[in-house]
């Protein structure tokens, strides 16, 4: 019941409006609008609430202007960030290759060490030294290498989604 009084309520209040509204003209000239009845020569108009149908707004020349500057200036900026993935995927590319080298390089001097190992237990002690730093060689690269790949492929993702 009390939903019902509430909904009601809504309803009356959500009726059509409308108000009498009187176009006055002012000492200087100018029109004035008014809810009163003015001095002589008032002209009542009836204004009712919009129907929603209304023509469209006709676009200025200046605003179709401004809408083409904003979208070369997107257009700009799109390219720009195109550019930008595609130097950061190259350098990163580049800085990649050469972790690789220095990885290269680094495990090919423990191995030149390795091979002077002496076939003594001390020579052996010294070898599974040199296979463990190896190893610690091997994963630190690794490590990087799987940052790097994320992160490359993270920065492809975004050029080919700028492209389309």
Same mark, same amino acid.
């Given at each position: 019941?009390?939903h019902a009084m509430i909904l009601a309520v809504l309803f009356a209040a959500?009726?059509?409006?409308?108000?009498?509204?009187?176009?006055?003209?002012?000492?200087?000239?100018?029109?004035?609008?008014?809810?009163?009845?003015?001095?002589?020569?008032?002209?009542?108009?009836?204004?009712?609430?919009?129907?929603?149908?209304?023509?469209?707004?006709?676009?200025?020349?200046?605003?179709?202007?401004?809408?083409?500057?904003?979208?070369?200036?997107?257009?700009?900026?799109?390219?720009?960030?195109?550019?930008?993935?595609?130097?950061?995927?190259?350098?990163?590319?580049?800085?990649?290759?050469?972790?690789?080298?220095?990885?290269?390089?680094?495990?090919?001097?423990?191995?030149?060490?390795?091979?002077?190992?002496?076939?003594?237990?001390?020579?052996a002690t010294w070898e599974a030294s040199i296979s463990q730093e190896m190893q610690a060689v091997t994963a630190r690269y690794q490590a990087k290498?799987?940052?790097? %790949? %994320?992160?490359?492929?993270?920065?492809?993702?975004?050029?080919?989604?700028?492209?389309?």
């Amino acid at each position: 019941m009390k939903h019902a009084m509430i909904l009601a309520v809504l309803f009356a209040a959500a009726a059509p409006a409308s108000a009498q509204i009187y176009k006055c003209p002012a000492p200087n000239g100018s029109t004035v609008f008014s809810d009163a009845p003015c001095a002589d020569g008032a002209r009542p108009i009836t204004v009712t609430p919009a129907s929603g149908h209304a023509a469209a707004p006709q676009e200025s020349a200046g605003q179709r202007t401004s809408d083409r500057l904003s979208a070369r200036a997107d257009e700009m900026a799109r390219t720009r960030r195109i550019r930008e993935l595609g130097y950061e995927i190259r350098d990163l590319e580049i800085a990649m290759s050469g972790d690789i080298d220095r990885m290269n390089t680094e495990l090919g001097g423990l191995q030149a060490r390795k091979a002077r190992a002496n076939n003594t237990l001390a020579g052996a002690t010294w070898e599974a030294s040199i296979s463990q730093e190896m190893q610690a060689v091997t994963a630190r690269y690794q490590a990087k290498a799987t940052v790097d %790949a %994320a992160r490359l492929e993270g920065l492809q993702k975004q050029r080919e989604a700028l492209l389309r």
